[in-house]
């Protein structure tokens, strides 16, 4: 961890913009680490991590890995839902820690909207949002090969997005299709492609 000693520097420098929220992802398996000593491990990397954010008034948003097929050949599993995350998150004890919430990984997670509906808005720091290609059984869905946000409504996004509105979650919502037809578009058309997705599923919520 020998970056820990420029994080005050950096948490200062993102308060002082409004840059606050800052997220990592956890792997949802491991090659070496059990269950437990793998949840010791994090918190004790995580710990002194969220206690300087803290310090800048600053937020550790952590993301579970939903898909099965990327934990099924690793010998030992770890956290791959939203609950796990959020239990990792309230043991850490630092107050500040909450979830990086992928509608992808809620989903191949096997989330419900009664999951997202336990939540507070606290709970969550940043939000992504996408689609899942259509056809492809949940427990065979490829993390890399997604869809543009409500591009096959295999995801129930609306649902997603109506809950999070409900509990009061008023943070950044991001898109992240991973799509290989957005990769080959010029740089302008998939920002406007993304934008449009993204703009359609918003409204489809009702959330503008």
Known sequence: MAGLSKLSDFAAAGAAVGATRVCQWVPAASEDLKFGDNFRWHIDRFKPIAEILGEHGCSL?????????????????????????????????????????????????????????????????????????????????????????????????????SALQKIGYDGPVSPEPFSQSVREMAAQDAVQTTHDALDKSWQAAQLS
């Open 61 to 161: 948003g952590l993301e579970f890995i939903g898909p099965r097929t990327l934990r099924i050949d690793k010998p030992y599993g770890f956290i791959h839902s939203m609950d796990g995350m959020l239990a990792l998150a309230y043991a850490i004890g630092t107050g500040n820690v909450g979830l990086l919430l992928d509608c992808w990984h809620w989903y191949t997670g096997l989330g419900t909207i009664s999951d997202l509906m336990a939540l507070t808005a606290k709970d969550v720091v940043h939000v992504h949002v996408n689609d899942a290609p259509d056809g492809v059984y949940v427990g065979d869905q490829i993390d890399n090969k997604r869809a543009l946000p409500g591009e096959t409504g295999v995801i129930d996004l609306v649902g997603f997005l």
